[in-house]
Nanobody, 113 residues
């Protein structure tokens, strides 16, 4: 199991930016694939982005070109830089380690129009 704690959510106007952070515990963080998911009210939880231990990234089509996932293995932290935010990006954002099935508690992102 990996303990995950997200931070950085908040209220922002459309077109603005936020950076989410996910602090992880666990000795295998540096070699673990990490992921960000999001869940809007009444909708399923969707994958937003992933990053492997080697730094290879993938993105959902809806966020490509606007969001960037990155990691700092020295700090056991993964980030999600979100730019050009849209109202449809409003959701609770979750950090996850897919291999262990670990999830953070989530952080709310609200984008006003």
């Amino acid at each position: 199991q990996m303990q995950l704690v997200e931070s950085g959510g908040g209220l922002v106007q459309a077109g603005g930016s936020l950076r989410l952070s996910c602090a992880a515990s666990g000795r295998y963080f540096s070699i673990s694939t990490m992921a960000w998911y999001r869940q809007a009210p009444g909708k399923q939880r969707d994958l937003v982005a992933t990053i492997t231990g080697g730094g290879t990234t993938t993105y959902a089509d809806s966020v490509k070109g606007r969001f960037t996932i990155s990691r700092d293995n020295a700090k056991n932290t993964v980030y999600l830089q979100m730019n050009i935010l849209k109202p449809e990006d409003t959701a609770v954002y979750y950090c996850s380690n897919p291999r262990s099935g670990s999830w953070g508690q989530g952080t709310q992102v609200t984008v006003s129009s």
